[in-house]
């Protein structure tokens, strides 16, 4: 199958799960090119934390790497200087919009329920900029629901996730729902900040950059360009060894601090962060458990075996229609594995790499089909 049938999905309760891909173009994938020794199998972020999550040098280098060319992308994308964009950048962008903008269309047609759920493990905000950037301009009346309650301090609450906002004519005499986007970030946020036991959200630009940068990350180039050698294996990988206790127990310690789940184990170390992580998680299997619903996933690997197991189990439900976009052929075959024998599951592939501009243009789309 290449293309979701509008039909299909307007009066459904419609969901979305984004991964890295979507992204892509603003921040890398945790694909790397070092191989695993005996295997010759490319690793990536989680599968080299985990062979070596003993070793605290080895971990902080590759943290560090992390940090610099993943989570530190994300805190200092500014769109207010778009003009300043690469071109990788701008096209990251346009999809963003392009994408919130068919869901925008498609809620609009609905005759009840005008609400989607985006459920995303990237950090970077982008589904936040983007539907700032469309509600400046005034082109669509919605409204982008991240879970926040609070006014001076806006702070995350779970069950904020179920109000919704209606338009009333004078008198009481009619109303309608305002169409909402639910914005469910399941792996932190570079905008998240730890209060207390709750989560502050702030998109303050500046303040996310400075929190970022401040980590005193382990530079060794040597390191970082082994992770992106194919010619090299897990073992070629050696930190310097004149790194001291306290420089490691520094980095980890301004790491942990980060309100992201950690490739090992896909886990957050701060336990406020993972309280939600798992309520969150919740949220996501009530909503696959409910009648008539439709669950997109979009350059999404499924490593986290947290969201996959939950997932499997979700495919019980004989209302659920399940649609996974692949990449390519050998995403396919990997995608048909994770979910062979359900029959609710249906794998999206195209002619070409499906990324996200050939998401938006050729698989889910408002457009009509060309004859």
């Not at 989570?71 to 690469?86: F, K, S, W």
């Not at 009840?112 to 983007?130: E, Q």
Request: glycine letters at 4%; charged letters at 25%.
């Amino acid at each position: 199958m290449s293309k979701i049938n509008k039909a299909d999905i307007y009066e459904k309760n419609l969901n979305f799960l984004l991964g890295s891909g979507a992204s892509y173009g603003l921040l890398p994938t945790l694909a790397l090119r070092v191989k695993e020794k005996g295997s010759g199998k490319a690793h990536t972020v989680e599968t080299l934390a985990t062979k070596y999550e003993e070793d605290a040098d080895f971990l902080a280098h590759l943290f560090s790497w992390y940090v610099h060319e993943v989570i530190l992308p994300a805190a200092e994308y500014d769109p207010r200087h778009a003009v300043m964009n690469t071109a990788p950048q701008d096209a990251a962008v346009e999809n963003y919009r392009q994408f919130l903008e068919t869901i925008l269309k498609i809620l609009s047609k609905k005759s009840h329920k005008k609400r989607v759920n985006i459920f995303t493990t990237n950090y970077d905000g982008m589904i936040a900029h983007t539907a700032e950037a469309l509600l400046r301009l005034g082109s669509y009346d919605f409204h982008l629901n991240d879970g926040t309650d609070g006014f001076v301090k806006r702070t995350l609450n779970a069950r904020n996730f179920g109000r919704y906002f209606q338009d009333h004519g004078a008198f009481d005499r009619h109303s309608k729902s305002v169409p909402q986007v639910n914005l469910i970030e399941l792996h932190g946020s570079v905008y998240w900040y730890k209060d207390g036991e709750k989560i502050e959200v702030s998109y303050d630009l500046d303040r996310a950059k400075r929190r970022i940068s401040d980590v005193p990350l382990r530079e060794d180039q040597d390191f970082f360009d082994g992770l992106l050698d194919d010619s090299f294996t897990d073992e070629d990988l050696n930190p310097p060894a004149d790194v001291t206790f306290t420089q490691n127990e520094a980095f980890q310690k301004a790491y942990k601090a980060l309100p992201i789940v950690n490739p090992t184990k896909w886990k957050f170390y701060e336990t406020v962060f993972e309280e939600h992580y798992y309520q969150m998680l919740r949220l996501l299997s009530y909503e696959l458990e409910k009648p008539d619903t439709v669950f997109i996933a979009f350059g999404f690997s499924f490593a986290d075996e947290h969201i996959l197991n939950l997932v499997k189990r979700s495919l019980s439900n004989p209302s659920l229609h399940m649609y996974v976009c692949c990449f390519d052929d050998s995403e396919k075959h990997s995608m048909g594995k994770r979910f062979l024998g359900f029959a609710n599951v249906e794998l999206i592939r195209i002619d070409g790499l499906l990324d996200f501009s050939a998401f938006n243009n050729e698989v889910f789309t408002t457009k009509p089909t060309s004859a």
